[in-house]
């Protein structure tokens, strides 16, 4: 078990340029969350997959922003025409639902900046 | 709606105690504590369902009034490895139970000094 793994780990953009993140979530969790993260906020829900189906994505979620886990197994985010406010600390989560554990197991994260 | 943490920031003495308080608005079916420090990932504390059921790690204990929609996070007897932030997330009881999705709080700052 190697733990939930994010890449790239930083992300320097510019304005309007697309970028897209991956994340390996540890093997054979059926769930798997995206959140993002500001400076001194908690961590911010933004979609979550159950396998590969996609079962919510938040509200404040922009259009400029989608999300596919292909094969139920590893996940991509992407954003595309970046803008300065998506400067932010992107977490994925997975977890063995179903299975009584009820821990999110969060990744080391990437964090994006938009110049 | 984002759950309200209380207090932002404490300084404990090792050995010290704290209580970290969260609330919320919302009907609850969950609240997840998780600890982040500077720089690194937020680590799971303890899970408190609806019904009474919690499953955490040893050393931490904590609380869910469900009727007033709040729980708090004891903290005794703290080392200096319990530096961090604090973060509540709570899964509402109207967003399909079990879903696990987690509106998170601003957060509780804890320094524990020697």
Redesign the interface.
Known sequence: DTG?SQNPRHKITKRGQNVTFRCDPISEHN?L?WYRQTL??????LT?FQNEAQ??KSRLLSDRFSAERPKGSFSTLEIQRTEQGDSAMY?CAS?P?GSGD????????TRLTVT | Q?PVQSPQAVILREGEDAVINCSSSKALY?V?WYRQKHG?????LM?LLKGGEQ?GHEKISASFNEKKQQSSLYLTASQLSYSGTY?C?TESAY?GA??????????TKLSVIP
């Open positions: 939930v769930r969350y001194g906020q908690g961590p911010e829900f979550y079962l919510e977490l977890s639902w009820y821990e999110q197991y969060f990744g080391p994260g | 984002q969950s997840h690194e990932a937020p680590v799971f899970i499953k973060f997330g967003s079990g879903s696990y999705q987690l509106t998170f709080g601003k957060g």
